[in-house]
């Protein structure tokens, strides 16, 4: 049946080389304490240029309209707009337009906040997905990515404050997270995922791999690599507890004003993990995770879904199989390679870069969604024109979505290959990026003054 999703050889082979791995520390190490991450000695960082600084959505670099009575605060901004093809990142809408010029969609403000910062021997990649819709949940969305950011920009510099091993970076990255919620508090923000990458070349390699990926994650933004040499993908950030299924509706954990002014930090772990130079480490959304789903793709389904279905949709599409919690993980990742082969392939690409990896990924959701945003747009005019009362409108547009892969949602990628350009590529930086040389220094009373007091000590960096 050709709905029907099954493993090629070389996933079922991927499997057995990532269970391998975990008895050679090769394999993401989760733990919920910084403390608990691995010791393995880093080279120093160096505050080279920025060949890319890159941050999005548009309206990221706005003000964060604090509020009409408290307007004179002074907000955070974020405003940066220089990348290349090794660090690059994308945020799109998937929701369906509410205006004739299609300039206005449901869900919108998009909510999805990313940041990347690059020099040729280091990268910082942070997203953040504001829960629910609206202007807090994007506001806080910026204020995670801004203070976490800026945050790791001083202080992996810093002499005083510089990571010498994987475990004082992960609790830097950490460390950002305290920054992050107090500056979401601080502007009145509602609530957000935030993942944050750091990647950095290692004193000695591990397993011929001698670049660090050290992450933090609280939330679903999961952060995943293409790992070039064998072709497939991986996610560091799977760890979850046996036995729960994955729900949509709720994210696990979230910085903001969840419970007060506190945080819920109930799914929040800490990983390493090593890889090679030319694979790519990406930070995603659920928008764009979500829509690989194969439940979500229609080519399988959980009990629970087939109890929750109407008698019409188990008819038509009943004979999909059940698939674990593990299987839909697995299918996932499964089907984001696939398609990044495909890609590969056709263009006849040596390598994926990071460019290559976000727009095709952007590309591919948005596709899966075309026929669900479409409907919304125009298919279901004859059912809005009806004397259907309000419910039955509403159950039978349900009905129709049902049977129409794909999750609408805001969606956004933020990439980096590891390594950055190639040495040919470096000349062309000096040439083209001469401009990216050092972060501007906007806002310099409001955030400079956070952050250093946050740091303990001079923010100057070495």
């Not at 350009?421 to 040439?431: I, M, S, V």
Request: charged share 25%; with cysteine; aromatic share 6%.
């Amino acid at each position: 049946r050709d709905h029907v999703w099954v493993f090629g050889p070389r996933d079922m082979a991927a499997g057995l080389l990532r269970k391998i791995r975990h008895s050679l520390h090769a394999a993401p190490i989760a733990r919920n304490d910084p403390s608990s991450i691995p010791q393995y000695k880093l080279k120093p960082f160096i505050n080279d240029t920025i060949i890319a600084q890159l941050s999005l959505p548009e309206s990221t670099s706005c003000s964060l309209n604090h509020s009409l009575s408290d307007s004179s605060l002074p907000s955070p901004e974020l405003w940066w707009d220089t990348f290349i093809p090794e660090a690059y990142g994308d945020v799109v809408t998937l929701y369906d337009a509410v205006s004739s010029d299609k300039e206005k969609h449901h869900g919108d403000p998009i909510a999805d906040v990313f940041a990347i910062v690059a020099r040729p021997k280091n990268a910082i990649l942070a997203i953040a997905d504001g829960c629910n819709w609206g202007q807090k949940p994007l506001r806080a969305a910026r204020c995670a990515v801004k203070g976490c950011t800026e945050f790791l920009d001083r202080a992996l510099f810093n002499s005083e404050t510089m990571p010498r091993d994987t475990q004082s970076l992960a609790k830097l990255i950490r460390k950002s997270f305290d920054i992050a919620q107090e500056l979401i508090i601080k502007y009145d923000g509602a609530t957000t995922t935030l993942s944050v990458v750091v990647a950095c070349e290692m004193e000695t390699p591990i397993h011929n791999k001698s670049w660090a990926l050290c992450v933090v994650s609280v939330g679903d933004s999961p952060c995943l690599v293409w790992k070039h040499k064998r072709e497939v993908v991986e996610e560091v950030t799977s760890v979850v507890e046996e036995g729960k299924e994955r729900d949509l509706r709720d994210c696990g954990g979230c910085l903001g004003a969840n419970v007060g002014t506190q945080p819920d930090l109930s799914n929040l772990m800490c990983y390493f993990v090593p890889v090679a130079r030319n694979d790519v480490v990406f930070l995603a959304s659920d928008g764009v995770f979500d829509n690989f789903d194969p439940v979500i793709l229609l080519k399988g389904t959980t009990e629970c879904e087939r109890q929750k279905k109407s008698g019409e949709f188990v008819a038509t599409l009943g004979n999909l199989p059940v698939l674990s919690r593990r299987q839909r993980e697995e299918g996932q990742l499964h089907i984001i390679a696939e398609h990044l082969r495909k890609v590969k392939s056709e263009k006849t690409l040596q390598l994926l870069d990071a460019k290559t990896v976000t727009t095709s990924l952007i590309e591919y959701v948005q596709n899966v969604t075309s026929c669900k945003r479409n409907y919304l747009e125009s298919g279901c005019i004859d059912i809005d024109k009806s004397d259907l009362s309000a419910h039955a409108k509403s159950k039978k547009k349900a009905e129709a979505l049902n049977t129409m892969p794909g999750k609408l949602d805001h969606a956004s990628i933020v990439a980096y290959m590891i390594g950055g350009p190639q040495q040919d590529e470096e000349l062309r930086l000096e040439r083209n990026l001469s401009t990216a040389s050092v972060m501007p220094d906007h806002n310099t009373e409001d955030i400079d003054g956070f952050l250093s007091v946050n740091l303990g000590h001079s923010s100057k960096a070495s």
